[in-house]
């Protein structure tokens, strides 16, 4: 069963930074994309950003320029860097990980969860 485990959650003031980290417990490689989603209470979840095997990026449009996701394969690790904090910013982030398989009726999206972070911007 994957594992994935966020760390660096936590209360900052808006303009501050915070870097969040996702740990694999298998070889990030093994899925097509790894990514940042949150949810805040009374709204669905939503995709922040994420990355392909093969280093290409995608973000949300109201955290482009602001936020960076990377990865780390040596460690299998995923980060998010979170800069220029808003109170909107404020949700419980999730790491994800995705690996398509094949099937006799097509590519299924195989989805992994971390347990969720919680990220607080407010002063």
């Known amino acids: 069963q994957v594992q994935l485990v966020e760390s660096g959650g936590g209360l900052v003031q808006p303009g501050g930074s915070l870097r969040l980290s996702c740990a694999a417990s298998?070889?990030?490689?093994?899925?097509?994309?790894m990514g940042w989603y949150r949810q805040a209470p009374g709204k669905q979840r939503e995709l922040v950003a994420d990355?392909?095997?093969?280093?290409?990026?995608n973000y949300l449009d109201s955290v482009k320029g602001r936020f960076t996701i990377s990865r780390d394969n040596a460690k299998n690790t995923v980060y998010l860097q979170m800069s220029s904090l808003k109170p909107e910013d404020t949700s419980v982030y999730y790491c994800n990980a995705m690996r398509l398989v094949e099937t006799f009726v097509g590519a299924r999206k195989d989805n992994y969860w971390g347990q969720g972070t919680q990220v607080t911007v407010s002063s």
């Open positions: 298998e070889s990030i490689f093994n899925f097509n994309t």
């Open positions: 990355i392909t095997s093969s280093g290409n990026t």
